[in-house]
């Protein structure tokens, strides 16, 4: 299992970006796919998931501003990101979970005030 991240950039404060997660030996139909982030000195956490039935979770600090959404043909979960503030700023990591953990190399968002 291989997770590709891409889409990370500078935005400003009430910006929007879309992260990809592009996944290659994995199969969505099955699999949890998830997007964590990291700031600086801060511990990882759960943004969004997409599990394999296409449901969905946010935590309480992205609900209603992120979108998580995923592309079966193509293989690709993605990370809408809407209403951007400065404390969105983090290294953004997709994530998932089959006989291990397996982790995407991370896309960094930054969001100037």
């Known amino acids: 299992v291989q997770l590709q991240a891409s889409g990370g950039g500078l935005v400003q404060t009430g910006g929007s970006l879309r992260l990809s997660c592009k996944a290659s030996?994995?199969?969505?139909?099955?699999?949890?796919v998830a997007w964590y982030r990291q700031a600086p000195g801060k511990e990882r956490e759960l943004g969004a998931s997409i599990s394999g039935d296409g449901s969905t979770f946010y935590a309480d600090f992205v609900k209603g501003r992120f979108t998580i959404s995923r592309d079966i043909a193509r293989n690709t979960v993605y990370l809408e990101m809407n209403r951007l503030k400065p404390e969105d700023t983090a290294v953004y990591f997709c994530?998932?979970?089959?006989?291990?953990?397996?982790w995407g190399q991370g896309t960094l968002v930054t969001v100037s005030s």
């Open positions: 994530y998932t979970s089959t006989w291990r953990e397996f």
């Open positions: 030996g994995l199969n969505p139909k099955i699999s949890t």
